[in-house]
C-alpha cells in the first residue's frame, strides 16, 4: 500500500479562488421587504429554502445595487463571499502508525482504556463539513449516516421536506447536489480519525467505533471552497440533528453571516469544533475564522507534535486556542490508498469531535456547554503550551470519559 503523499497544503487556491468568488455576495434580507427585493432580480431564491432560519441569500456581480438596497433598508447587509482554506499540512509517513492513540505515549490521546467502558454509539451524529467521505471504505462504511425519509422515499423527490431532492448521505453545497463521495482524502481522513470501525481486522481504529457520520461536502472538485457554502452546511447538519461539527478549514476576514450560522447551531445545541490554522501565527494578533469567532459553541484546536509540544505549523493563542491534539503524522482512512499520513490542525480538530462523540455516548442528552467543560476540564496542562493555548491545555480522552 503507498503512504499519501502530499505537500504543504493551504490549498494554493489564490488566483482561482478569487476570482471565483469575486463577485458572490452574502445578502441578509429584511424580511418585510422580500417581495420587493425578488423585484429586483438580485437574489438567486433558488438557495434561499436552504437557509430560511437567518433570511439569506446571495446575489452575483451587484455591488451597486446592494449598496442602495441598504441605504433603503430594503436588506439588513450584505458580505464578500470569501474562499475556504483546508488546514492540511506537509506530512512524514515513516512514524509509527497511531502513535496517537496509546495509554502510554505522553504525547497521545490516551485512550486505548476507555474503550474498555464505550466503543461509541451509532446515536450519536456527528457532521464532518469538508470535502466529502468515502462512504464505501471498509472501515467507514457502517458508520455513515442515513436519511431514511430519503433512501425509501421516491427518487428524484424531496421526501423530508428540507428544500433538497434526494439527501440520502449528506450534501453537497459546492456542487447544489446529493454527491457526497470525497475526491482529495482530507475529509475521509478527517472522518476515519474520529469514526473508523475499530477491531475488524481491517485498516485503522478510529477514536469511535460506532458513530454516525453525517458527510456534508462544501468543496468542489478542484479544492474550491467559500463561506457560502461552509455557512449553509453548518445550518443544514443542525437541522439534521448533529451534536457535533467538525469544521478543518478556515478563512481570514469577519463574517457576520458566518457568525450568524454558529449562533443558529447554538440555538439547537450544537458544538462547532474547529482547526486553529496552519500559519504558525497568534490569531489573536491575525484573526483567522471561524476560530476567531467570539462564541461559547465552538472549540478551537492547535496541533501538537510527538513531544506534546505545539507542531510547527500551528496557529495558536493563550487567550484563543482551548485546546490542543495530536496532528502531526496522523494515519487515518484515504480516498484512493484506504489508508495513509496527513499532518494539519484539520487532523487534531478531529480527535476533539470524535472525543466529544465518545463522551455522548455515555451523557447522551448534555448541553453543548456541559460537553466543551468536560473536554476542557478533563485536559492535560503543559507547561510548554501555556504560551499558545489557554491553560496549555491538552486532549486527554481517558480523563474525559472516567469524569462525569
Known amino acids: 500500500m503507498s503512504n499519501l503523499k502530499i505537500s504543504v497544503f493551504l490549498f494554493t487556491l489564490s488566483c482561482i479562488a478569487s476570482s471565483l468568488f469575486a463577485d458572490r455576495y452574502i445578502v441578509k434580507l429584511n424580511s418585510d421587504m ?8 438580485l437574489i438567486q431564491f433558488q438557495d434561499l429554502n436552504q437557509i430560511k432560519p437567518n ?4 446575489a452575483t456581480n451587484q455591488k451597486e445595487k446592494l449598496d442602495q438596497l441598504v441605504e433603503k433598508n430594503m436588506i439588513h447587509y450584505y458580505e ?3 474562499p475556504l482554506y483546508l488546514d492540511k499540512a506537509p506530512n512524514d509517513p515513516y512514524l509509527k502508525k497511531q502513535w496517537y492513540l496509546k495509554n502510554d505515549d505522553l504525547a497521545g490521546i490516551n485512550i486505548q482504556s476507555s474503550w474498555a467502558k464505550t466503543q461509541g454509539s451509532h446515536k450519536v451524529l456527528v457532521a464532518v463539513v469538508d470535502t466529502g467521505v468515502n462512504r464505501d471504505h471498509p472501515d467507514l ?3 455513515i449516516f442515513v436519511n431514511k425519509l430519503e433512501k425509501d422515499g421516491k427518487e428524484g423527490v424531496d421526501d423530508d421536506g428540507n428544500g433538497l431532492i434526494d439527501d440520502v448521505y449528506g450534501w453537497n453545497f459546492a456542487d447544489k447536489n446529493n454527491h457526497t463521495f470525497d475526491k482529495g482524502s482530507h475529509g475521509t481522513h478527517v472522518a476515519g480519525i474520529l469514526g473508523a470501525k475499530g477491531n475488524n481486522q481491517a485498516f485503522i481504529a478510529g477514536i469511535n467505533w460506532k458513530i454516525k ?5 462544501i468543496f468542489n472538485d478542484q479544492g474550491q471552497g ?3 457554502t461552509a455557512l449553509q452546511a453548518i445550518y443544514y447538519a443542525a437541522d439534521q440533528g448533529a451534536q457535533v461539527i467538525n469544521n478543518s478549514y478556515g478563512f481570514f476576514d469577519y463574517s457576520q453571516a458566518f457568525l450568524e ?7 439547537k445545541n450544537v458544538l462547532l469544533v474547529v482547526s486553529a490554522g496552519n500559519m504558525a501565527d497568534d490569531i489573536e494578533l491575525k484573526p483567522r475564522y471561524p476560530a476567531s469567532f467570539l462564541v461559547d459553541n465552538i472549540i478551537v484546536v492547535a496541533a501538537t507534535d510527538e513531544k506534546a509540544g505545539l507542531a510547527s505549523f500551528s ?10 491534539a495530536p496532528g502531526m503524522n496522523i494515519y487515518s482512512t484515504t480516498y484512493n490508498d484506504y489508508a495513509g499520513y496527513m499532518s494539519g490542525t484539520s487532523m487534531a480538530a478531529p480527535m476533539v469531535t470524535g472525543a466529544a462523540a465518545l463522551y455522548l455516548s455515555l451523557h447522551k442528552n448534555i448541553s453543548y456547554k456541559k460537553l466543551k467543560n468536560s473536554l476542557l476540564n478533563s485536559a492535560i496542562k503543559e507547561k510548554n503550551l501555556v504560551d499558545k493555548i489557554i491553560q496549555g491545555r491538552r486532549l486527554n480522552i481517558g480523563a474525559l470519559i472516567k469524569s462525569k
Not at 34 to 41: C, D, Y
Not at 55 to 58: E, P, Q
Not at 213 to 217: E, K, M, Q, T, V
Open 261 to 267: 450560522s454558529i449562533e443558529y447551531a447554538r440555538s
Open 80 to 82: 464578500k463571499v470569501q
Open 213 to 217: 457520520i453525517l458527510p456534508i461536502r
Open 141 to 143: 462504511a457502517n458508520n
Open 315 to 324: 496557529s495558536f493563542g493563550k487567550n484563543r486556542v482551548h485546546i490542543g
Open 226 to 228: 467559500s463561506t457560502e
Open 55 to 58: 433570511l439569506l441569500a446571495f
Open 34 to 41: 422580500i417581495e420587493q427585493v425578488a423585484v429586483s432580480k
